[in-house]
């Protein structure tokens, strides 16, 4: 079974800054494509990050140029460095296999505001 464990997140101001990381419990981890999704509440979970195995990253154009994602297989975590953040961020962060069907973990709740 899967586990996924999201941790980081908390309260920071606009124009802060949080790392995320993930421990993720998969076989094969070093080769599987790894995203950051986020949902905010009302609206869908959206992916604003992936990185593959060979460390090709991608990222949502709402997020590109502040967030960076990268990996540690060693460790099999993944990780999201989020700096200038805005209140648009405010959401539960999440981690996964980019288009699996692995059950999600709990999230980790993100919030930004003065």
């Known amino acids: 079974q899967v586990q996924l464990v999201e941790s980081g997140g908390g309260l920071v101001q606009p124009g802060g800054s949080l790392r995320l990381s993930c421990a993720a419990s998969?076989?094969?981890?070093?080769?599987?494509?790894m995203g950051w999704y986020r949902q905010a509440p009302g609206k869908q979970r959206e992916l604003v990050a992936s990185?593959?195995?060979?460390?090709?990253?991608n990222y949502a154009d709402s997020v590109k140029g502040r967030f960076t994602i990268s990996r540690d297989n060693a460790k099999k975590t993944v990780y999201l460095q989020m700096d200038r953040l805005k209140s648009e961020d405010t959401a539960a962060y999440y981690c996964?296999?980019?288009?699996?069907?692995?059950?999600w973990g709990q999230g980790t709740q993100v919030t930004v505001s003065s």
């Open positions: 990185i593959t195995g060979g460390r090709t990253t």
């Open positions: 998969l076989i094969n981890f070093s080769i599987r494509t």
């Open positions: 996964n296999v980019v288009n699996s069907n692995n059950s």
